[in-house]
């Protein structure tokens, strides 16, 4: 006996028809089951560029989610509008006795879940929100005394001793299909409708959906084994490539952590431990909503950051005369994506070289990352700008040159995204500052001309950061 005669499935962060925690159970639960996506304007109105590939992405994404789901006998309502009024506006319309979605833990996707919840209960209708977006969430992993960690290692440890194989296994899908309610309609609007337009997906050969998850995976999982190895040197496209995927959901997290876990080979426990750190972010984002604007080692706040627009739009357009920093974020600003390592150096660059708030680049990447993901990229910045939990020491600074040389030793990629440095030497690619200027003009890059000089000398910006900090502690 059906618990429901008829549900509603609200597709959030989690754009497929397989392995879907919100749908299994709906379709368990329920005689009859309704698909739901909404653009939601309270996120889209807080979008600067009309042509933001995320959109786009998510555009095609639902798109093919559709396709999908009316081949299982079903079908996607796509709507815009405020999601905290159009869920339970549509819910009442199609008479549903119940909405099922999976947990979001972004601050405002939890007031706003919180908000939905509230005015289904007053109509009579149930709201049941599950987990599908990671393996533990919220309070499954703990310490001892019931606290949540805020040092990695110990969770990681934590998380794998929790571990089961029951924990893997994939929501069924398929064989409840029948249950699928045909919608009133499935109408996508188009992008211009929704006051978008089509972005640079198509030139980058960046691909969506469930069959865009499903190329890259099988791409990558063929080098997982050299992940390790491989993982560190931007040139290579040795990454996963995935982020965009497990943000959205084109792909089931318990996928490829099930792969990652059973696969033999140190790379396959390097990448799951990759999958672990984004775990750990989400439970610290969970627990700690206020790291969203603030360090989560409060002292830190009262840094005294400098505020140099003209060192921030350097940094933004790749104009720092420091080589693999200004590489690293052309490729941002070119693609959507950046090298993990390179997010970490262009960081460590911008709070510990330019002395400016780690939060001013969090949110220049929030504009400009594919897989922009606030938990994981937040947690990512504290860490570079050692101002969060289990963060790099403040007194470990990147320096740019030997970490240059360090993982791009032939220049391969700096030349790929900073073309004007295409004739210089291995030798001097990483330091054009110390051509003499006769071979600078033999190289075509003149200093000053063609390539920025660096606009600050790291030793001494290294030794302003660390009086920076000890008058914090």
């Not at 042509?51 to 815009?80: T, Y």
């Not at 905290?84 to 833990?105: H, K």
């Not at 290692?153 to 194989?165: F, G, I, S």
Request: hydrophobic share 45%; net charge neutral.
């Amino acid at each position: 006996m059906n618990l429901y005669s008829t549900s509603l499935v609200w597709f959030r962060r989690d754009l497929r028809s397989y392995d879907h925690a919100a749908l299994s159970r709906a379709l368990q639960d329920s005689a009859r089951v309704y698909c739901v996506f909404v653009f939601d304007i309270d996120i889209l109105d807080q979008l600067k560029d009309r042509a933001d590939r995320r959109v786009e992405f998510i555009w095609h994404s639902i798109k093919e989610l559709n396709a999908a789901l009316v081949q299982m006998g079903g079908g996607l309502m796509v709507r815009q509008g405020r999601a905290c009024e159009v869920i339970p506006r549509l819910a009442q319309e199609l008479g549903v006795s119940a909405v099922f979605a999976n947990r979001d833990y972004e601050p405002q996707a939890i007031a706003r879940d919180a908000a939905v919840a509230d005015a289904l209960a007053a109509a009579g209708m149930a709201f049941h929100a599950l987990k599908d977006h990671v393996i533990f969430e919220r309070d499954e992993v703990m310490t001892g005394s019931n606290r949540p960690y805020s040092i990695y290692t110990p969770y990681k440890n934590a998380w794998l001793k929790r571990l089961t194989d029951a924990d893997l296994q994939p929501h069924p899908i398929a064989e409840l299909a029948s249950r699928l309610a045909s919608p009133p309609d499935t109408l996508l609007p188009a992008l211009h409708d929704l006051g978008f337009q089509a972005s640079d997906l198509a030139r980058l050969n960046v691909k969506t959906g469930m069959s865009g998850a499903h190329d890259a995976w099988e791409q990558f999982a063929q080098q997982l084994s050299a992940y390790d190895v491989l993982r560190d040197s931007p040139a290579l496209d040795a990454t996963s490539h995935l982020g965009v995927h497990l943000r959205f959901g084109t792909i089931s997290i318990r996928a490829v952590a099930r792969h990652a876990y059973y696969a033999p080979g140190k790379g396959a426990q390097v990448w799951l431990a990759e999958l672990i750190w984004r775990e750990f972010f989400h439970m610290i984002l969970f627990h700690h909503p206020r790291v969203a604007q603030h360090a989560f080692r409060t002292e830190l706040d009262a840094i005294a950051w400098e505020d140099r627009a003209d060192y921030f739009q350097a940094w933004c357009e790749g104009r720092t005369g420091y080589p693999i920093v200004d590489a690293a974020m052309r490729q941002l600003n070119q693609t959507g994506f950046m090298h993990n390592r390179l997010r970490m150096i262009a960081a460590s660059f911008l709070v510990k070289d330019l002395h400016i708030h780690w939060l001013k680049g969090e949110r220049y990447f929030a504009a400009k990352l594919l897989d922009y993901d606030l938990a994981s990229n937040n947690g990512n910045w504290q860490w570079a700008a050692s101002t969060g939990c289990d963060a790099q020491p403040y007194f470990r600074i990147f320096n740019p040159v030997t970490q240059s040389a360090r993982f791009d030793p032939e220049g391969v990629f700096i030349k790929r995204f900073v073309p004007e440095l295409a004739e210089l030497e291995r030798r001097d690619i990483h330091t054009p500052w110390n051509l003499l200027p006769i071979e600078q003009q033999a190289c075509g890059v003149v200093l000053g001309r063609d390539y920025p000089a660096p606009i600050v000398d790291h030793e001494a910006a290294r030794a302003k950061t660390l009086a920076m900090f000890k008058t914090s502690q």
